[in-house]
């Protein structure tokens, strides 16, 4: 009798897989949002009223920002979840992967050392800074993120995320792009490096988009005077409606 074939691996692949591009592409498109502050403090505003549904309803909605951070919280834990079976079970199991990855020095097993180490980072980093956006979805304006980075001392933490979470959603792409066969065919080697290269750039980018909207907000923390005025407000709010 021919034994029935377990489907489980796969399926938890998939899993991990789907949520890791969902949580990419989240990523991506979060920085890039985070960087209308580089335009201007008004630029920034605006874009947390489009988030909060100002200019769908009318009026500020914050807990669609609470709304929007569950979802993607429930995401992150299963891909957490899920991801956490390939982890290295031991201290001496992970030093045995990194003593292979240094002598046989092969790039993509570097990379997938990069990503358990990343996304162990993030699993505490990103769990904080999503329990922040459930709680207080009304302080994601210009003033009150630069409040939180300077005043409350989350400037560190928000630099340490950076790192990992670009790191890890780029790398994560580029594994995602060979486990699904992508990089497949006669010149598999030069789309492998292509596809590195362009992993590379990606990570570059994004890291400086990032790096310099934090810059930002540590400059208006140490400058902005919050004592005066404390929460941010257009002085054209009627001409947001």
Known sequence: MQKKLDKTPARLDFIQSSTGLILAVFIMGHIMFEASILLSDEMMYRVTLM?????????????IISFLAGAIGMV?????FVAMRKFPASYKKYKIIQHHTQTMKHEDSSLWLIQIITGFM???????????????????GPYQSAYRVVEEFMGVLYFLLLLSVVSHAFVGLYRLALKWGFLEGKSTKVSRARYKLLMKMMIAIYLVVGLSSLA????????????????????TMESHS
Not at 58 to 63: I, S, V
Not at 216 to 233: C, L, Q, V
């Open 51 to 63: 988030f909060e549904g100002y200019y769908f309803f009318g009026e500020r909605y914050p807990g």
């Open 76 to 80: 992150f834990v299963t891909h957490a």
């Open 122 to 140: 993030m699993f505490f980093l990103g769990s904080v800074h999503l329990f922040l956006m459930m709680t207080q979805p009304e302080n994601i």
């Open 216 to 235: 930002r907000y540590t400059y208006i923390g140490f400058t902005h005077d919050f004592d005066a005025t404390p929460i941010y407000k257009s002085q």
